[in-house]
T-cell receptor
Framework: EAQVTQNPRYLITVTGKKLTVTCSQNMNHEYMSWYRQDPGLGLRQIYY???????DKGDVPEGYKVSRKEKRNFPLILESPSPNQTSLYFC?????????????FGPGTRLTVL | KNEVEQSPQNLTAQEGEFITINCSYS?????LHWLQQHPGGGIVSLFM???GKKKHGRLIATINIQEKHSSLHITASHPRDSAVYICAVLPTSGTYKYIFGTGTRLKVLA
């Protein structure tokens, strides 16, 4: 089944404790992206990747890191999480980044930073 | 002013009604997406538009590039259509960064 998977789905952590949210897709997509969703603000793009080893900042990259060493995986790293990073996070992928190909979204990761 | 504006923000309809959700944007775009987010949180892509009109079942999406406006129509609405509908645009700026509207929360009553 074609899908985007994220792990963990739920995470409660404390300020400053490094964490990684994994994202994997099995559709051989070139474009992958991370978004956060907050009440009243909607979805905002954190980072995106056009292909392996090619990443770029979205609108809210501060406090996050990403890497794209393999085509299928695009982990999101919070080196020192803070309470303002409490949010619902979505990973998404599409065949290519240009021309607005259909995006496939993961199920979401609800992160709480205490 | 947000670059992508949706209206209305909230909408309650009776089952069977024809529903229209609007999206206006202020930037040049390569494509516009309509997304659906169910109460459980999952997001699915409904349409990708760069011109004209698309139809899938009871859903119809249109876009007017000159007026920078898109509409999502739901015919014969049903309670299972209750969800948040999100408009997203891919600007032609060449950065491949999406801009999202804040969503329209639709509730269809039986």
């Amino acid at each position: 089944e074609a899908q985007v998977t994220q792990n963990p789905r739920y995470l409660i952590t404390v300020t400053g404790k490094k964490l990684t949210v994994t994202c994997s897709q099995n559709m051989n997509h070139e474009y992958m992206s991370w978004y956060r969703q907050d009440p009243g603000l909607g979805l905002r793009q954190i980072y995106y990747s056009m292909n392996v080893e090619v990443t770029d900042k979205g609108d809210v990259p501060e406090g996050y890191k990403v890497s794209r060493k393999e085509k299928r995986n695009f982990p999101l790293i919070l080196e020192s999480p803070s309470p303002n990073q409490t949010s619902l996070y979505f990973c998404a992928s599409s065949l290519r980044g240009d021309y607005g190909n259909e995006q496939f979204f993961g199920p979401g990761t609800r992160l709480t930073v205490l | 002013k947000n670059e992508v504006e949706q209206s209305p923000q909230n909408l309650t309809a009776q089952e069977g009604e024809f529903i229209t959700i609007n999206c206006s944007y202020s930037v040049g775009i390569s494509a516009l997406h309509w997304l659906q987010q169910h109460p459980g949180g999952g997001i699915v892509s409904l349409f990708m538009l760069s011109s004209g009109k698309k139809k899938h079942g009871r859903l119809i999406a249109t876009i007017n590039i000159q007026e920078k406006h898109s509409s999502l129509h739901i015919t014969a609405s049903h309670p299972r259509d209750s969800a948040v509908y999100i408009c997203a645009v891919l600007p032609t700026s060449g950065t491949y960064k999406y801009i999202f509207g804040t969503g329209t929360r639709l509730k269809v009553l039986a």
